[in-house]
Each structure stands twice: as structure tokens, then as C-alpha cells.
């Protein structure tokens, strides 16, 4: 085992990410490029296939026994198919069927995307040596998966944890899972973005609009700015609290572009737990940053090959 490798893949709408990982967890090489998210699903597959057609050149491919993937969801591991909220093309998409084909037959095990970055964080990251743990991406979108009871917490289907599609607004929008009122829709990157917008604040020179441009402003104390990580770290800490009370945890991370803003979003979603999480077994609940940061996606996809052996 100590000289095989697992091809990662991490499969989002904005890029998707491919690696050679160890069962170390080191990267031995990397491929990348951006997701075609608007185009068919053909297009979409034939960037995967292209990044796995970079690391098949690389002289450790040899090396390579199976496939993990990290996918923007919903997934379903059970029939090995996608449904990304933000890639149209793919409904239902038959992914693992795919990457085999496209790998020669190796084995593929799928996850979500918040479910890999959650095995990334348990196996070499902030929540490493933890019982029980939730880890969060807050980026474009906002995901989750879960550690219980020290183990990698899928789920039936590949998307335990997915909590950004928990309700903490009974009256808010709809989001664009359908749902209405969810974690996804007040506290990802657009939608910090779109509020601050909405409540009177003005990109700087560079005509910056994303949430990190908020960020920015929020440290130097624009109100807008600050109005809005105000929002979206109380709607992070009602849905932490719900899912502290339910499954017990020790520890909350999160990573993700939204988390690189630092203690502009970890101060106050610290605040409102105070508020929210108040039940005496809640109150020892840590909010930490992610450690394993971009490499996530592709560690996590590679821990889940790993942990499913036994050998993570």
C-alpha cells in the first residue's frame, strides 16, 4: 500500500482539480481546469476527462489502483450519479460509470464534495484525532459532511452532512435546490455579495464584486459590509447549533473562499453561537479554521478511498 496512489478528483462549478495522493496524503502531481458549468454534459465530461488524461502522463500513473471523486452535489454513491445544483448539463449523470471507462476500469468511490472535505480535515487537517466533527466549505456554495464516532459519516447516498440545505429562514427565498429558507442562500459568497449590494455597498476601483471585496470592506469597517457577514455568520450559527444538538459535536470547521475572509466571518458566527448554541452540552463546541485548504476537494476524494480500505 505504502507505494500505491489513488487518482483524486474534486469537481465543482467553478473548476475541477485532479491529483496523485499517497496514502500519505501527499500530492505527487496535480492537473486543473476550469468547469464548462453552462455547457452540456458532454463538455463537462470531456474536462474531466482531460485532467485525467494530465495525470495519466505523468510518470506515477502506474502507481494509480483506484479513483476517488469529490463532486458538487447532490450526488447518489448508490448509483453512482450526479445532480449538481450548479452544473445543469449533469442530471442523474452516470459519473463513476464514466471514470472508470475513461480510467481503464479502475475502482471509483464518489462522495460529495462537503463529505471530502470533511475526510480531508478528520485525516490531516483541524478536526484530525476528533470524535466528532462537522466540516463546512463556505464558498460559492455552502456544504458540509460529518465525522461520528471518530468515522467518515456518508450517508446511504454519499451526502450526509449537507448542510447547506438546512432551513434556518422558515419565510426566507427560495433557494435553487427548491427548498426554501436555507443555510446556502444567505451565507455562500453570491449571496453575502448580493446583500451587501442590496444595502448600499459600492465595489471599490476595481469593480470587485465578490465576497471577498465585502470582506475587505468589512475590515475596514464599512457598515454594509459588515451588516452582511453579520447575516450570513448568524445563519451559519443556527445551523451549526441544529446540527451540534443533534449528533453532539466537539468540533466545527470550515473552510472555503468565504472562511479566507478570517475573523471578519469566524468573530461573529462565534457571537451567535453564543445566542444560539445554549444548551449546556453545546457549550464547549470549537469553531475552527480548515487547515488542508485548496488541496481539500482532491485529499478528501483520496482519504475516502483510503478510509473505505481501512488504510486511512
Known amino acids: 500500500m505504502d507505494h500505491e496512489l489513488v487518482a483524486a478528483l474534486d469537481i465543482g462549478g467553478t473548476k475541477i482539480a485532479g491529483a496523485l495522493v499517497d496514502a500519505g496524503g501527499r500530492l505527487v502531481a496535480r492537473a486543473r481546469c476550469a468547469t464548462p458549468a453552462r455547457r452540456s454534459g458532454t463538455t463537462v465530461m470531456g474536462a474531466v476527462e482531460a485532467v485525467l488524461g494530465d495525470l495519466a ?18 450526488v447518489d454513491a448508490s448509483t453512482g450519479t450526479v445532480s449538481p445544483v450548479n452544473i445543469p448539463g449533469w442530471r442523474r449523470f ?12 479502475l475502482p471509483v468511490t464518489l462522495v460529495g464534495d462537503g463529505v ?5 480535515e478528520h485525516w490531516r ?69 448580493r446583500h451587501a449590494l442590496a444595502h448600499g455597498w459600492r465595489p471599490g476601483e476595481d469593480g470587485d464584486r465578490t465576497a ?19 447575516r450570513a455568520a448568524r445563519a451559519l450559527a ?8 443533534l449528533v453532539e459535536l466537539d468540533v466545527v ?13 469566524f468573530a461573529p458566527v462565534r457571537r451567535a453561537l453564543d445566542e444560539y448554541a445554549a444548551l449546556s452540552f453545546l457549550r464547549r463546541l470549537e469553531v475552527l479554521p480548515a487547515r488542508t485548504g485548496a488541496d481539500a476537494g482532491v485529499v478528501g476524494a483520496a482519504a475516502a478511498v483510503w478510509t473505505a480500505r481501512g488504510g486511512g
Not at 216 to 225: E, F, M, P
Open 57 to 74: 502522463d505523468r510518470p506515477h500513473w502506474s502507481r494509480v489502483t483506484a479513483v476517488g471523486v469529490g463532486s458538487a452535489g447532490p
Open 94 to 105: 452516470p459519473l463513476v460509470d464514466r471514470v472508470s471507462a475513461a480510467t481503464g476500469g
Open 116 to 120: 471530502a472535505m470533511a475526510a480531508a
Open 125 to 193: 487537517g483541524a478536526a484530525r484525532g476528533r470524535e466528532n466533527a462537522l466540516c463546512m466549505v463556505v464558498s460559492t456554495g455552502v456544504g458540509g459532511g460529518l465525522v461520528l464516532g471518530g468515522r467518515l459519516h456518508r450517508g446511504a447516498t454519499g451526502n450526509a452532512g449537507h448542510i447547506g440545505h438546512v432551513c434556518v429562514d422558515l419565510d426566507g427565498d427560495a433557494c435553487a435546490c427548491g427548498g426554501r429558507g436555507c443555510l446556502e442562500s444567505i451565507a455562500s459568497g453570491p449571496n453575502i455579495a
Open 212 to 230: 471577498g471585496a465585502v470582506a475587505r470592506a468589512a475590515a475596514t469597517g464599512d457598515g454594509a459590509a459588515l451588516a452582511a457577514f453579520e
Open 238 to 245: 443556527a445551523g451549526i447549533a441544529s446540527t451540534a444538538a
Open 253 to 265: 470547521v470550515i473552510g472555503g473562499g468565504v472562511a479566507d475572509s478570517g475573523e471578519v466571518l
